[in-house]
C-alpha cells in the first residue's frame, strides 16, 4: 500500500515538530538517513518518542555500502557542470577538476555533511573541506543535490516515498538532475534495476501527498501523543485515503522528466482532489437541508403530541417543533440523517483530512 514507509531527508535529526506531527498523521514509519558511526542520532523530547515508539528509525549508511560507491559518477558529473558553480572552491582538490570559466563569484550557504555519507572517491576531491570536527563543509546547492540522489536511491531500494520539511530542498527541479537534464526516466540511471520502475509512482504519491498535507494543521495544543491516539482510532479512514492517493495518480507518465511529473501531480491536485474533497463537503452540509424537507413531507402522515417528545435532546425549541408537526417522523428523520452522514464518512476517502482539522 502506497505511503506507510518513509525516508526524510536532508538532515539526521528532525526539528521541525509541527511538520513532524502532521507527517506521523499519514506516514506509519519515517526514517532518516544516519551514518552508521553515529550512536545517538535523535536529540529533541519529539524524535526521541517516536524513535521509542518504533514510528521513526535510523536507515544506516557508511561509504563501503555499494549503492553510495554507484553515487560517485553522477557526483562527479555533477562537479563538472553548471550545477557544479556553487560548490566550495577554496579546495585544490576541486579546483583541478572544475575548468576555470565555472568558478563560482560567490559561495551560497554552507552545510556540512558526514563523511560516511560520501563515496570515498568523492571524499577525496572534498578533503580540503574538512572541519575540525570530521565534517565535510560544502556549499549548500551541492549538498542538495547529493543528499537528493542519495536518498533517491534509498528510496528506490527500499519502495519508500521521500520526505522534506525544507523548502529549498523540496525544488525538485533543482534537486534532481545533472546538468539541467537529470530525468525520472534516465535510463542509464533509474533503469538499471528493475525495481526502480517503481519510483516514478512513489515520486508523484509523495509529491500529491505533500501537497495535500499542506492544508492541514494540527493544532499547537495537540502533543504527539495525541496524534497517534487519534490515528490508531482513525486507521480505516486513513486506509481508504491512501488507497484514494494511489488510484488518483495511477495515470501518472513513467517516462516523465522532473518538470512534466511535478506539472501531473500539480493538475491531478487542482482537477481531481481537490474538486472531490469539496464536493464531499458540500454533500455533508446539504444533507441537513435534505433531513428538514424530509421531515416537512411527513408531517401530514404521521404526528404526536409534542409533549411526549424530549425536545432539549433533538436540538429545537418548543415553537419550532409544533411548527414542524414533531412526531415519529421527526424522531426517524434524525436517526436517518446521523446513519446517512455516518455513511457517508465511512465511505468516503477524504473524511481522514476532514477529522484531522475538526479534532486535532
Known sequence: MGF????YYPTIDIHNEGWLKTAVLFWDEINTIVPSSVKVPYQTHSTQFLSDKGILKSLRVNPDYDFIDELSSDVLNYLNTNEGFQVLTQSNGLRSIIHRDKLPRKVGRLFNIHPEKLPYEVQNYLRNNLTRDGWFQVDSNFATFYMTILANKLCERRSMGLLTDNSFTANLIDKVRLDNQFAINDA?????YDHRNQKPLLLAQGLLTNLIIQGVRVGVTSSLEDVLNFKDQHRD????????ISKLIQSVSKEAPVE??????EDIYKDEFLPAYNNFKKALDSSRIKWFSDNFMKISLISMPVTT???????????HA???GVGVSLVSSVVSYNEDKKEKIRTNPYSYLLAINDQI
Open 309 to 319: 417528545l424530549p425536545m432539549t435532546l433533538l436540538g429545537f425549541t418548543l415553537p
Open 260 to 265: 512534466s511529473l511535478m506539472q501531473q501531480v
Open 237 to 244: 479512514e486513513l486506509g481508504l485515503f491512501r488507497m484514494n
Open 322 to 324: 409544533l411548527l414542524a
Open 4 to 7: 506507510t514507509k518513509a525516508l
Open 188 to 192: 542509464s540511471y533509474f533503469h538499471r
